[in-house]
């Protein structure tokens, strides 16, 4: 089972910061999804990359697959952002990637 | 669908019930997908369905728990004989092809065992 494991726990930041939240994992994948989770549970699913960086908006995700890290970040933070952040890894490179793994979780509170 | 519908969104039950989560995918997803998500816990695996196929029902934690997806379409999660440990959030989510994209996730339904 790949350990996935996320940092920080929870982060408070003033409107307006940039955002940095780290993923690593333990056996090295193909591809890695960040998810967020909004107060009232429901989730969405932001990116799925296997290299390199992708952006939306002001989100950026970045992956080092050698390196076994993520990172999301998040440019000109809003209170809208305000959510935990998930991301979640397959078992192995080439395994079945539908049985994802997830991490605990970032709680990013935004203030106004 | 606009998007992946669970029902029902909040279920409170006796131990020792059955209770029947469903879950619509969006219209032409062929990949289904459960997960729980217990309090203070992260989300986990359950069970998956791609197509025709034979779901994976590895994750399932006891016999106590099964999955069926009629006509490739609607999915129901079946949990008997409910256990106070059962209770958690049970998200469903759908995509179109297994891996290659981007999973929709529904709103879950909150089980509750008393």
């Known amino acids: 089972k790949n350990e996935v494991e996320q940092s920080p726990q929870n982060l408070t930041a003033q409107e307006g910061e940039f955002i940095t939240i780290n993923c690593s994992y333990s056996?090295?994948?193909?591809?890695l999804h960040w998810l967020q989770q909004h107060p009232g549970g429901g989730i969405v699913s932001l990116f799925m990359l296997s290299s390199g960086k992708k952006k939306h908006g002001r989100l950026i995700a970045t992956i080092n697959i050698q390196e076994k890290h993520s990172s999301l970040h998040i440019t000109a933070s809003h209170p809208r952002d305000s959510a935990v952040y998930i991301c979640a890894v397959p078992p192995y490179s080439g395994g079945s990637n539908y049985k994802l793994t997830f991490g605990k979780g970032t709680l990013l509170t935004v203030n106004p | 669908g606009a998007g992946v519908s669970q029902s029902p969104s909040n279920k409170v039950t006796e131990k020792g019930k059955d209770v029947e989560l469903r879950c619509d995918p969006i219209?032409?997803?062929?990949?289904l997908y459960w997960y729980r998500q217990s309090l203070g816990q992260g989300l986990e695996f359950l069970i998956y369905f791609q197509g025709n196929s034979a779901p994976d029902k590895s994750g399932l934690p006891s016999d106590r728990f099964s999955a069926e997806r009629t006509g490739g379409s609607v999915s129901t999660l079946t949990i008997q004989r409910t256990q106070q440990e059962d209770s958690a959030v049970y998200l469903c989510a759908s995509s179109l092809v297994l891996a290659k994209n981007i999973q929709y996730f529904g709103a879950g339904t909150r089980l509750s065992v008393l």
């Open positions: 056996v090295g994948i193909s591809a």
């Open positions: 219209s032409g997803h062929t990949a």
